[in-house]
T-cell receptor, first 114, second 114 residues
Framework: DTAVSQTPKYLVTQMGNDKSIKCEQN?????MYWYKQDSKKFLKIMFS???????INETVPNRFSPKSPDKAHLNLHINSLELGDSAVYFC?????????????FGQGTRLTVV | DQQVKQNSPSLSVQEGRISILNCDYT??????FLWYKKYPAEGPTFLIS?????DKNEDGRFTVFLNKSAKHLSLHIVPSQPGDSAVYFC?????????????FGTGTRLKVLA
């Protein structure tokens, strides 16, 4: 039974389209994250939610809008996709929002914008 | 500004020998350091962590050493096994209560040769 699952695993779409990536965790964690791994392999935090509230928005363009309908879900909607949005997006969760707390990651969604 | 650096993109080690993965950081305010392991097409999985007030933490074959004066940490794997072949990410946590985030290095690809 997958702890953090995200769908789809692969997403190929054209520039200008709007797409969503879904994430669900069944660990009962309070905190969820979205990370982006770009072509240079940097894994950078985009958003952090704690108990459905936005905690961190790491200067991400407002074309990216996270939505947390409940503690177990954090979806990522992207408007007007650009070539530079091509990357692997990882959802993660942790028990609480504190230093040293391990995060559990989903398998990633490889987004390719053509 | 890359606050967490893993300067060796790859490392090859013979099975049974020691693997040493290195990580340097620039921000003295980091309070925890974590190591994650990543297999292809999977999300990173937590391996081991260390608080900034400690200098060593051990868990089975894995030991993390922290040298605060040098702003350097290392992960030792003894003995190395073929199943350890993966990309290893160093991460550091930063932030006041409620705003923690992890900053990741770019990873080191470890190959353990049978």
């Amino acid at each position: 039974d997958t702890a953090v699952s995200q769908t789809p695993k692969y997403l190929v779409t054209q520039m200008g389209n709007d797409k969503s990536i879904k994430c669900e965790q069944n660990l009962g964690h309070d905190t969820m994250y979205w990370y982006k791994q770009d072509s240079k392999k940097f894994l950078k935090i985009m958003f952090s939610y704690n108990n459905k509230e936005l905690i961190i928005n790491e200067t991400v363009p407002n074309r990216f809008s996270p939505k947390s309908p409940d503690k177990a879900h954090l979806n990522l909607h992207i408007n007007s996709l650009e070539l530079g949005d091509s990357a692997v997006y990882f959802c993660a969760s942790s028990l609480r929002h504190a230093g040293g707390t391990e995060a559990f990651f989903g398998q990633g969604t490889r987004l390719t914008v053509v | 500004d890359q606050q967490v650096k893993q300067n060796s993109p790859s490392l090859s080690v013979q099975e049974g020998r020691i693997s040493i993965l290195n990580c340097d950081y620039t921000n003295s305010m980091f309070d925890y350091f974590l190591w994650y392991k990543k297999y292809p097409a999977e999300g990173p999985t937590f391996l081991i962590s260390i608080s900034s007030i400690k200098d060593k933490n051990e868990d089975g074959r894995f030991t993390v050493f922290l040298n605060k004066s040098a702003k350097h940490l290392s992960l030792h794997i003894v003995p190395s096994q073929p199943g350890d072949s993966a990309v290893y990410f160093c991460a550091a946590s930063l932030g006041a209560s409620g705003t923690y985030k992890y900053i990741f290095g770019t990873g080191t690809r470890l190959k353990v040769l049978a």
